[in-house]
Nanobody
Framework: QVQLSESGGGLVQAGGSLRLSCAVS????????MGWYRQAPGKQRELVAT???????NYAASVKGRFTISRNNAQNTVYLQMNSLKPEDTAVYYCTAHNTWGQGTQVTVSS
């Protein structure tokens, strides 16, 4: 019943920025935990950033200070602002909320 759809990925040069969006559709009973994960080729999926229903955030050490997770409750959308991007940030980024995963959006950072 709940569906997530990521967008905003693309190709950027090192040092650039991207803003990912995750639109949540379907029936949601309340605001719950949500997060962003990523998976690079040959690597396991890893946590990037999370936000509790109350708005508390947590970040992977590798992105702390560069990435920011946020949400717009009225639009039912979760965001990931990514600044100072590095080639090692290249991965497919996935949104998760309400025990559901999106299809992923590709982020490629060139050197």
């Amino acid at each position: 019943q709940v569906q997530l759809s990521e967008s905003g990925g693309g190709l950027v040069q090192a040092g650039g920025s991207l803003r990912l969006s995750c639109a949540v559709s379907g029936r949601t009973f309340s605001i719950g935990p949500m997060g962003w994960y990523r998976q690079a080729p040959g690597k396991q999926r890893e946590l990037v950033a999370t936000m509790t229903g109350g708005g508390m955030t947590n970040y992977a050490a590798s992105v702390k200070g560069r990435f920011t997770i946020s949400r717009n409750n009225a639009q039912n959308t979760v965001y990931l602002q990514m600044n100072s991007l590095k080639p090692e940030d290249t991965a497919v980024y996935y949104c998760t909320a309400h025990n559901t995963w999106g299809q992923g959006t590709q982020v490629t950072v060139s050197s």
